[in-house]
């Protein structure tokens, strides 16, 4: 009888096996509030509760934003969601389109947006005055993420040990599903070990195993989608790893 391992399946046969059901962007829109926060240059922050780093400061342009109940413990990390004001006379009917990248509440808010993506609000012209309002009633939904050209990528995270303590974070993770679980494959004792998330998007795991590493990670309660050897056997906190794969 093989190992789990033997039913690696296909790379190229998984990037679809995904349960729309499970998965979908909305239709229609949600009311709430937006507030927003400020920077130096308009950006997201690099220290959001994501823990994404610089990443999750300038990813989309620095289109990003905190949410509150969204945030789901980090599984609505990397969500993305059109986010339009409701005064016809300021606002713009596009909004903006942002991706979650921190953890953030104020007044009665669902979004604190970037400085940048908050005057994506407005009517040309009409920034000043939605700054001046400091918080909103908007309306959003959630859309489907846009990455092109980029493939769905894990990152060690900095704040990885090599050999002995190994953190991963998936970027550019396009479409509307979720990763709700990441295992690494220990071939010593013929079995998956799931990672804990630790905070955020950030999975990790004391004592990893040796030599190149098998993950597979779970998409909004789908099918496994499994990577051989994605990781090398030297691994370095800091460096990205392509799995030349995207998600719907």
């Known amino acids: 009888m093989g190992s789990p391992l033997d039913s690696y399946i296909s790379l190229m046969c998984v990037i679809m096996i995904l349960l ?40 989309n342009g620095g289109e990003v934003t905190g949410v509150s109940k969204l945030f789901k413990n980090g599984t609505g990390c990397g969500a993305c969601y ?105 071939e010593d004792c013929k079995e998956w070990r799931g990672m804990r998330r630790a905070f955020g998007a950030v999975w990790d795991m004391p004592n990893p195993p040796e030599g190149a590493i098998n993950l597979r990670f779970q998409v909004s309660g789908s099918s496994w989608v499994q990577l051989k050897s994605l990781i090398p056997s030297e691994w370095k906190a800091g460096a990205t790893y392509n799995t030349a794969i995207q998600l719907d």
């Open 20 to 59: 729309p059901s499970l998965c979908y962007s909305q239709d229609t829109y949600v009311s709430s509030r937006a507030t927003y926060y400020g920077s130096p240059d308009c950006y997201g922050t690099p220290t959001g509760a994501c823990g994404y780093k610089e990443y999750g400061s300038t990813i």
């Open 82 to 186: 059109q986010v339009r004001c409701k005064y016809s006379q300021h606002c713009s009917e596009e909004g903006t389109k942002v991706v979650v990248t921190d953890h953030g509440e104020g007044d009665n808010t669902d979004f604190v947006l970037s400085a940048r993506a908050y005057s994506k609000l407005a009517l040309q012209g009409q920034a000043e005055i939605l700054f001046s309002y400091g918080v909103v009633d908007i309306e959003y939904k959630r859309i489907s993420c846009q990455y092109p050209g980029y493939s769905l990528v894990f990152k060690v995270h900095e704040h990885s040990k090599f050999p002995n303590y190994l953190a991963l974070i998936p970027i550019y993770q396009a479409g509307v599903s979720e990763i709700t679980a990441v295992e690494l494959w220990q």
